[in-house]
């Protein structure tokens, strides 16, 4: 999936994040990033867009979420966070919805 239109790429290392957005055609995620651009592309899944919900300063605030986030509790998304962000930057909950 090599195109030049899109200037940055999403990746989903976490298998049941990746296999909610593909059956649900969006999900939520916990990323370190602000990202600039909105509108970028998944391998194996396609171009997506990407919305920015809120900047997380605790765990906590996720619970709502996890329903959408591809795991089965609140520990487990937590626990997948950490292992991901080990150094504990700033992260932030994004929705990202599969584009037609």
């Given at each position: 999936m090599n195109n030049p239109e899109f200037k940055s790429r999403m990746s989903f290392a976490a298998k049941p994040v990746k296999d909610f957005l593909i059956k649900n055609g969006y999900?939520?995620?916990?990323?370190?990033?602000?990202?600039?651009?909105?509108?970028?592309?998944?391998?194996?899944?396609?171009?997506?867009?990407?919305?920015?919900?809120?900047?997380?300063?605790?765990?906590?605030?996720?619970?709502?979420?996890?329903?959408?986030?591809g795991f089965n509790s609140l520990k487990e998304w937590t626990d997948m966070i950490e292992r991901f962000n080990p150094y504990k930057r700033q992260e932030y909950l994004w929705r990202v919805d599969i584009l037609k």
């Amino acid at each position: 999936m090599n195109n030049p239109e899109f200037k940055s790429r999403m990746s989903f290392a976490a298998k049941p994040v990746k296999d909610f957005l593909i059956k649900n055609g969006y999900v939520y995620t916990v990323r370190t990033f602000k990202y600039k651009i909105y509108t970028t592309l998944v391998d194996d899944v396609g171009k997506v867009g990407r919305e920015l919900i809120f900047e997380v300063n605790n765990f906590e605030e996720l619970e709502p979420y996890v329903i959408y986030s591809g795991f089965n509790s609140l520990k487990e998304w937590t626990d997948m966070i950490e292992r991901f962000n080990p150094y504990k930057r700033q992260e932030y909950l994004w929705r990202v919805d599969i584009l037609k």
